[in-house]
């Protein structure tokens, strides 16, 4: 592949985002951008110096116009939750950061898909909506991509199989309003309840799955990972990776991203995930997934959630 992939933003998940992708054939070209110039520097030097052991790829410190004619650009840029600081408040400043970002950048790269990766992710996706004046299917948040990876390791931790024969998805926000619609999570197109009952038949010890315990173990990992180590950044970064490997592939997949709702299950003028079709082309639409009336209450509960929050803040438009 040949892509260029431009990140703003050299944080703890910028800078590993950029590592992972060294990593991978996705990209051809890396550029960074960071308002602190010698952290984006150092960052560049370390991920370039180890680039010799892989096929040929440019890992460059840039500035805005360095990105023109990017693929993909990626945008981590924002500040951690602070002691005291309200949501309203955390929100707002990285807004504020987002607002002084998209002009510069979609000058630049008007034609480039944009993944939003920073926090809060829905908000900043929408936000980024409302004001690139871009159309809507070059956006996309990362989502509950991350929140669905927690998900598959919690289920292939209980039940003993290999993730990648989990199909199994977490709606909503990127946060604790999000939800796993149950009725859909199969391992090899076998529902989890249904193999627990074929495990348990043949002889395998495994216990019931407790699905509250479940949810709280995706909302909770986080807070875990942050409590242990002070940042989440490893999963998170291969997430988008694995994102930035589908928007560069000849065929569209099926993943939970963030986009504008439009109608979907009663839900209009919000940013959040369910079931989307994302290819080379970006945003190519929603997969209408069948819902419990419940599960449907729970999104629309996830998506109000949302929008109490953006009522509050200033898009300054």
Request: charged letters at 20%.
């Amino acid at each position: 592949m040949s892509s260029k992939i431009t990140i703003i933003g050299a944080g703890n998940v910028g800078a590993t985002i950029a590592y992972a992708l060294s990593l991978d054939d996705i990209a051809s070209e890396i550029v960074m951008i960071d308002i602190n110039k010698q952290k984006v520097d150092g960052e560049v030097m370390d991920i370039a110096q180890g680039t010799c052991f892989r096929d040929s790829i440019a890992v460059v410190a840039g500035e805005y116009a360095d990105a023109a004619g990017s693929d993909i650009v990626i945008i981590t840029s924002g500040i951690a939750r602070k002691p005291g600081q309200t949501r309203i408040e955390l929100t707002q400043t990285n807004v504020n950061i987002l607002k002084s970002i998209t002009p510069e950048i979609v000058k630049v790269a008007p034609d480039a898909l944009y993944v939003i990766v920073s926090n809060p992710v829905d908000i900043m996706t929408y936000v980024f909506t409302k004001i690139s004046g871009l159309p809507e299917n070059q956006i996309i948040g990362s989502g509950t991509l991350l929140d669905s990876a927690r998900l598959r390791c919690g289920l292939s931790e209980h039940y003993q199989v290999a993730q990648k024969n989990i199909h199994a998805y977490v709606f909503g926000e990127h946060g604790d309003s999000s939800f796993i619609p149950w009725s859909a999570a199969n391992i090899s197109n076998v529902n989890v309840d249904e193999y627990h009952e074929i495990m348990k038949d043949s002889g395998c010890d495994i216990k019931p799955l407790d699905k509250e315990a479940m949810t709280e173990y995706v909302h909770k990992s986080g807070g875990i990972v942050i409590a242990n180590k002070g940042a989440t950044f490893y999963a998170v970064s291969n997430a988008v990776c694995n994102l930035c490997g589908i928007l560069v592939a000849a065929t569209n997949s099926i993943t939970t991203v963030s986009s504008m709702m439009h109608g979907e299950y009663g839900i209009d003028d919000v940013c959040l995930s369910t079931l989307t079709l994302v290819g080379p082309k970006g945003v190519q639409g929603k997969i209408p997934m069948k819902l419990s009336d419940e599960e449907i209450a729970k999104l629309q509960n996830s998506a109000n959630t949302l929008k109490d929050v953006i009522s509050q803040i200033d898009l300054g438009r």
